[in-house]
């Protein structure tokens, strides 16, 4: 499937953008803009942000002075469909969703399909529902809005495992401590629940990419243990890590940790990462949430989860949009790169993500300035525009030498980063 970009008007006339994969289109006057307008002075900056996600697409203004139109109405949040109009100054750009199979990076299919609209069946309650497919006899799994929440709340039993209690809730589904039966090992499970009915095809190569990074094998990343499908849902089962996440051990103590612990955590998880890089993974999640501490004694254990999983999630189709809905809470740790190029990112992209955490372990807050419940669009300007805020002025009491270490991750400009993990962490290891 596929969404396209037609231009109908302005600077850029004729012009087709087509995204057969999921991917994020920046409309503004800055000149890495995807739809660059400099001389239009109707556009802001940073003026709107597209993310797309093949047939769906959804539209944010980014707090522009003029405002971005569809079909005539100013809105600040869209999700488009084929055929919507979106205007601004002298551009217009017509939105188009094809379906028909594409194989990944292949050419582009002609614009002149409609969307074809299958019906589809909630696996869990039978409930009928229409969704969008690549063809017509494609087989698509779906699961509807009141299952899904449902199922998040109590996930269902997966076989061969006795289902404990729930460990926690994030954006794409649901974490539980579960007995394998075979083993009596715990394990945690996670159970992923699509957001949109997903094709096999999607699945499977869904299934591919988490058994890639099930790969990663490290003291300071959690271990993979398994994973299948039942009834639909997607289950991923992992190391149970018996502690708690660095967040949730921040806010044990009063919102943030000592710089010690701090920097313990930290090296552990660049460390992690060190090693996944030297292998060609990038993480792109890294949040306070995925860093899984242990404590025994005075000592921490600090390991690493989720690893490249959320691009798998939106790129198998499962999440509607690039950034999920629910993952603005953690949207503020995303390196303005990302959000421009979702699918290019680089390892100095991780390490800007692990600067933002050490800031909020560090200092039990965001650095920039935003609140954790700021809006996203809100959020997406202040990562394009803002400059962090230095560490040491939210944290007085860590050393010069860590604030600047920190800083550095978090920096606009890539080249301008650390450049490896294993930099960072060496760097941290003789400051603190
Ligand atoms: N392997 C694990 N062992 C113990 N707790 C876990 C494990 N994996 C996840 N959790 C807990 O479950 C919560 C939800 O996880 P997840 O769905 O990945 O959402 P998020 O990472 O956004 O918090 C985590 O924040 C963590 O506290
Ligand atoms: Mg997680």
Redesign the pocket.
């Known amino acids: 499937m596929q969404v396209n970009l037609k231009v109908l008007a302005g600077p850029y006339k004729d012009r087709v953008f087509c995204f057969t994969q999921p991917d994020t289109f920046l409309i503004g006057r800055t000149s890495d803009s995807h739809l660059y307008l400099p001389d239009d002075r109707f556009f802001s900056r940073h003026h709107c942000l597209l993310e797309i996600s093949p047939p769906h697409c959804l539209l944010r203004d980014l707090g522009s002075t003029n405002g971005t139109f569809v079909n005539g109405s100013k809105v600040s949040e869209a999700a488009l469909e084929n055929g919507d109009k979106i205007q601004g100054g002298e551009t217009v750009l017509l939105v188009e969703v094809v379906s028909g199979e594409t194989a990944d990076n292949s050419q582009p299919l002609v614009a002149s399909a409609k969307p074809i609209i299958v019906a589809v069946q909630c696996i869990n309650c039978g409930r009928s529902e229409q969704a969008q497919a690549a063809t017509s006899d494609e087989h698509l799994t779906f699961l509807c809005e009141d299952c899904r929440a449902e199922l998040r709340n109590t996930p269902q039993p997966i076989p061969g495992y006795e289902m404990i209690r729930v460990?926690?809730?994030?954006?794409?589904?649901?974490?539980t401590?579960a007995r394998d039966q075979k083993t009596g090992r715990g394990?945690?499970i996670?159970t992923l629940l699509p957001e949109f009915a997903v094709s096999d095809k999607a699945m499977r190569r869904f299934l591919r990419e988490v058994d890639v990074a099930a790969a990663l094998k490290h003291p300071n990343i959690?271990e993979f243990i398994d994973r299948g499908v039942h009834n639909g849902v997607v289950y991923l089962v992992?190391?149970?890590?018996?502690?708690?996440?660095a967040?949730?051990l921040a806010d044990s103590r009063g919102g943030h940790l000592s710089p010690e612990d701090t920097i313990s955590i930290i090296t552990q998880a660049l460390d992690a990462l060190s090693h996944a890089h030297d292998h060609g993974y990038i993480h792109r999640?890294i949040?306070d949430?995925?860093i899984?501490v242990r404590s025994s004694g005075n000592e921490l254990s600090a390991?690493l989860?989720?690893f490249g999983?959320a691009k798998s999630f939106t790129q198998s189709g499962m999440s509607g949009v690039t950034m999920a809905g629910?993952?603005a809470?953690?949207l503020a740790y995303m390196p303005p790169e990302q959000l421009k190029n979702f699918r290019d990112v680089k390892p100095q992209s991780d390490l800007y993500a692990v600067g933002m955490t050490a800031y909020s372990l560090f200092s039990g807050k965001l650095a920039l300035n935003i609140g954790r419940k700021t809006s996203m669009s809100e959020t997406i300007k202040a990562i394009f525009e803002q400059p962090a805020i230095p560490l040491r002025e939210r944290a007085p009491e860590v050393s010069a030498t860590v604030c600047e270490i920190v800083d550095r991750a978090l920096v606009k400009n890539p080249e301008e980063r650390w450049q490896s993990a294993k930099a960072m962490r060496n760097a941290l290891m003789h400051a603190g």
């Open positions: 460990l926690g809730r994030g954006g794409m589904g649901c974490v401590l394990v945690a996670k959690v992992t190391e149970f890590v018996d502690g708690a996440d967040a949730k999640d949040k949430q995925n899984l390991k989860t989720d999983l629910e993952m809470g953690t």
